[in-house]
C-alpha cells in the first residue's frame, strides 16, 4: 500500500458519493489499486444530499483515483479541505 510520509502526502481530499453502496465500491477500489484511504464521515460543509459516508485520500493521488473511480463507474465529488 502507498503510505503516507513527507509533508506534502499529509494533504488529503475527501471523495463524496450519492450512496453508501458507491462509497464501499470506491473504498474497495482504490484498496484494491493500492492507494491510501480511509472511509470518514462526510464533511458538515458538503453536499447534504450526499451520502452520509466519504473517502479521504491523499491530495497527491487526486488524479489516479479520479480516473480510477471514473473507470469503475463510480459518479462522485471531490471536497477539499481547507
Known sequence: MKGRGDTNQDATVIFLF??????MEGEEAIIDAGYWCDVVPRPPLASSTLCGLAIEARRQDLEEISRLL????????????E
Do not use: Y
Open 70 to 81: 471514473e473507470k469503475a463507474g463510480l459518479a462522485f465529488e471531490i471536497f477539499e479541505p
Open 18 to 23: 450519492g450512496t453508501t453502496h458507491a462509497a
